[in-house]
Each structure stands twice: as C-alpha cells, then as structure tokens.
C-alpha cells in the first residue's frame, strides 16, 4: 500500500520569498501520480499542480513548480515570490495510475502561513 | 464551466436522523469521488465511481453509508442513522483523466 508523508506541520514564510515543502512517497509501483492541492481557511479544495512518475520534466504551473526526484521518492512543492493569499494548508496526494480510476490518498498536510 | 457542486454547503441534524449530501460533477467527467475530512484522520476515501458504476466502496467505514450515481451528473451520499461521529467536511471530487482531479466546496455536516 502506499503512503504519504508530509513532515513539515507548519511553518512561517516571509512575503516574496520562496518556501518549499517537503512531500515523500511510499510505493512499489512504477507508474504513479503526485498531486498537490491548496486548502485555504475557506475550506475548499484548489488542485495546483500534478506531476506523473513517467514525465521527464518537473512540473510547472505559474509559482507552482514540483521538485520531483524519483530515485528518493519525494515531491516537494516549491512556492516561488511567497504572497500573503498563499497562507493555507497544502496538501500532497498520491495516486496509482495503473488502475486508471485516479483515486487519491493524501498526506497529513503542511500548514504555511506568510508574513508581511 | 461550473465546477463540482455540493449540495447543502452546511448541515446540522440530530443524532438518528437520515442526511443526505449531493454532488453535481463537471459536465463530462467520468469518475466521481467522495472524501470526507475530519481532524482526526484527515482525508480519507469513501468510495468512487467510474461511468455511474461503484468501483471500491472499501472506505465507506460502515453500513450506515451509502452512495449512489444515478446518472453521469448527480451522486448521492447517505448517512442513515447519522452519529456525533459521523460530523465532518465531505467533499466530492470529479475527473476524466488520472492528471486531474477537481474538488467541491464540500458540506460541513455536524452531528450533534
């Protein structure tokens, strides 16, 4: 079974500097994908950015980018020029894409809060 | 394009009492999920439908829950008794490919 680890629980980021955070994956399969998504105090649900076990590029999407390294399972979520409307929980989430049904299992989530 | 739909945004009922919590895919999407968040286990998979067919029920956590997908643009959820327990944020989720999925806002449910 898989599993997903988020071990940052929270942490303060400076407005327009950059932060990363930190997501490691627990899998035998070959083919997967890795998504993170953005919940802010409102409480929905904002996809981000996805990254497939095949793609040879990491993951961009505007601030977004995925720092995808394979050989160590992890896919770490790097925020670029931190903006206050970025405070919110972050979440990793990991699916088998063999299935092809993309069902999701996320990790704890790591709580980020940005400072003027 | 309107996003995933949840229907009540917030719910408060009684211990006993029967809830019923809707979902309104993206029009076109072929699978369908329903999550529920609590603080305890965080988000967890309840169940998920691929072409209005259950395929993995495993997570529904007992015969008090129940699903349904009618047709390609409404699901069901079903609480029937509901318990203090069973109070949290349920989200349901739609996708046509695995490099995807889109949330609702969710239904708060409480149970008291």
């Known amino acids: 079974a898989q599993k997903i680890t988020q071990t940052q629980p929270g942490m303060f980021v400076q407005e327009k500097e950059a932060v990363t955070l930190d997501c490691t994956y627990d899998?035998?399969?070959?083919?997967?994908?890795l998504f993170w998504y953005k919940q802010p105090s409102s409480g929905e649900m904002i996809f981000l950015i996805y990254?497939?076990?095949?793609?040879?590029q990491n993951a961009t999407e505007g601030r977004y980018s995925l720092n995808f390294q394979k050989a160590r399972k992890s896919a770490n979520l790097v925020i670029s020029a931190s903006q206050l409307g970025d405070s919110a929980m972050y979440f990793c989430?990991?699916?088998?894409?063999?299935?092809?049904?993309?069902?999701?299992?996320f990790g704890a989530g790591t709580q980020v809060v940005v400072t003027p | 394009d309107a996003g995933v739909i949840q229907s009540p945004r917030h719910e408060v009922t009684e211990m006993g009492q029967e809830v019923t919590l809707r979902c309104k895919p993206i029009?076109?999407?072929?699978?369908l999920f329903w999550y529920r968040q609590t603080m305890m286990r965080g988000l967890e998979l309840l169940i998920y439908?691929?072409?209005?067919?259950?395929?993995?029920d495993s997570g529904m956590p007992e015969d008090r829950f129940s699903a349904k997908m009618p047709n390609a643009s409404f699901s069901t959820l079903k609480i029937q008794p509901s318990e203090p327990r069973d109070s949290a944020v349920y989200f349901c989720?739609?996708?046509?490919?695995?490099?995807?999925?889109?949330f609702g806002p969710g239904t708060r449910l409480t149970v008291l």
């Open positions: 989720a739609s996708s046509l490919t695995t490099r995807e999925q889109f």
């Open positions: 899998t035998s399969d070959q083919s997967y994908g």
């Open positions: 439908f691929n072409n209005n067919v259950p395929i993995d």
């Open positions: 029009s076109g999407h072929n699978s």
């Open positions: 990254q497939g076990s095949y793609d040879e």
């Open positions: 989430a990991m699916c088998m894409t063999t299935d092809s049904w993309g069902k999701l299992q």
